[in-house]
């Protein structure tokens, strides 16, 4: 099977909308579970009380955050070393969810700190490497948005990726580079976790959960973009032929020049 | 039920966290099936007028 077949929007956009449905389901699957190992059968914590529960989504959260933006400089190396459209559509499609990862990892971390550290937030090197992140995500948001070639935006884009991805060791490693606030890693490949195992593995259904639903949203976005770039090719006019026209109240569809 | 939401006194803190990933999930999916919808007609739209000049 040759794998690069599918390194062209025409022979990728077809299987992506499958595996859109498959992945979006998997993750509803994963939450729905993970939620109810965390909240039904996860006992309550003997030094937090409840509010650890909160780790259910902010780990989660906070590991998507740092691994999407990995992602995204990966797929940018790959779009300027072989100027391929398909790996800056990627790197673009991941961008708006990581940084809805970000946000919600910093806004769950607030509202973590304020029963455990009594504050929402302090300027520690974990918190405010992380906001540089969601920082980062909304510049690689914005300079796209302000770069009207796409070809010119996707390598402005993908530098940008690839001189901001250094931030994430820095999140990873800041809590042992300097004195935080924050606690250390939840799980270490090295060390026994720390944690109950029933709150491991809501932990965990809740991080796969996560991770399917990035994939899924990156493949829908990555299919709409790859109809806004190439929609004067025969393949997209093909497949917009077949799609369920609403015909009759959609003005595109209508004769637009006298029935020319 | 009501002392199920209140989470020990940590409930504010709780729901105020779930509720926000909730909405996030929600925006970003109502925003994903818009700009889809709204990229076809673009295309369609494109398409209609270069068959057209």
């Known amino acids: ?260 | 039920m009501t002392e199920w939401l209140a989470r020990g006194g940590h409930g504010f803190f709780i729901w105020s966290s779930y509720g926000m990933f909730a909405l996030a999930l929600v925006i970003e999916i109502v925003v994903l099936r818009r700009s889809r919808r709204s990229a076809i007609e673009q295309a369609r739209a494109m398409r209609a007028d270069s068959q057209a000049s």
């Not at chain 1, 940008?160 to 580079?177: C, D, E, H, Q, T």
């Open chain 1, 1 to 260: 099977m040759n794998w690069f077949r599918f390194a062209s929007p025409a022979s990728f956009y077809p299987i992506a909308g499958p595996l859109t449905a498959v992945f979006g389901w998997v993750a509803v699957a994963l939450a729905v579970a993970g939620l109810y190992v965390g909240f039904v059968i996860a006992p309550t914590d003997a030094q937090q009380g409840e509010s650890y529960r909160i780790i259910f989504i902010h780990v989660p959260a906070a590991w998507m955050a740092m691994l999407i933006y990995v992602v995204i400089a990966f797929w940018s190396l790959f779009s300027l070393t072989l100027n391929a459209r398909l790996p800056a559509m990627m790197a673009q499609a991941l961008a708006p969810t990581g940084a809805m990862f970000a946000f919600i990892a910093l806004w769950t971390g607030a509202f973590w700190g304020r029963p455990t550290w009594g504050t929402y937030w302090v300027w520690d090197a974990r918190l405010t490497s992380t906001l540089v992140l969601l920082f980062l995500y909304l510049g690689l948001i914005a300079l796209r948005s302000a770069i009207d070639d796409p070809r010119r935006a996707d390598r402005a884009c993908a530098l940008l990726a690839l001189v901001g991805v250094v931030n994430v060791p820095i999140i990873y490693f800041s809590v042992r580079w300097w004195n935080t606030l924050h606690q250390g890693a939840t799980i270490s490949m090295t060390a026994a976790p720390k944690m109950a195992q029933t709150m491991l593995t809501a932990m965990l259904l809740m991080t796969f959960a996560a991770w399917s639903y990035a994939i899924a949203t990156a493949l829908h976005r990555v299919r709409t973009l790859i109809i806004e770039r190439e929609a004067l090719s025969d393949w997209v006019g093909r497949f917009i032929a077949e799609s369920p026209a609403k015909a009759a109240n959609d003005p595109a569809a209508a004769p637009r020049h006298g029935g020319v």
